[in-house]
Structures are given as C-alpha cells and as structure tokens.
C-alpha cells in the first residue's frame, strides 16, 4: 500500500463536482484533505492519497482526464 500528496487544481466546470467522492468510489482509496480552496471560477486542494499503486496511479488519470491539473508534491507520503 501507498501515499502520494497531490496539488489539484481544477477549473469553474469542475467547481461543483463532487471530484474526490468519485476518486474514492470508483478506486478504492482513502483521501486526506490537507488544504483547500473552491471559489465560484476555480478551486484547489492539497489531497493526499492511500491505496494500492496501480489505484492510485488510475486516480490520478482519472483526475487529470476529467480537466485537473494534477502534481505530485515533494515526494510521496511516508507511513508510520
């Protein structure tokens, strides 16, 4: 099992999708929001991500081909 901290940010269409409900839903990984901001014309979160690998590499795809901008930040979260 793994961690990634993310940087996503995401455009006015995508303001009032509930976007990191379907990432949890649809691949089984355990969000932590660690900071955010939604306006009405833009927002942004700084969401750390658990699961295993290849879910989490599908969560970022999907992010990304919905119309995230998503980066990965300092490295990936470490357990313990």
Not at 5 to 22: A, D
Request: proline residues 4%.
């Amino acid at each position: 099992m793994g961690a990634v901290r993310l940087f996503v940010s995401f455009p006015e269409e995508l303001v009032g999708r509930p976007m990191i409900y379907e990432v949890v839903k649809a691949y089984d990984v355990v969000p932590n929001i660690r900071r955010a901001n939604v306006e009405a014309h833009s927002g942004w979160v700084i969401l750390e991500l658990s699961g295993e690998d290849d879910q989490l590499d599908a969560a970022v795809g999907f992010l990304e081909a919905a119309g995230c901008t998503v980066n990965r930040m300092e490295g990936d979260v470490l357990e313990g």
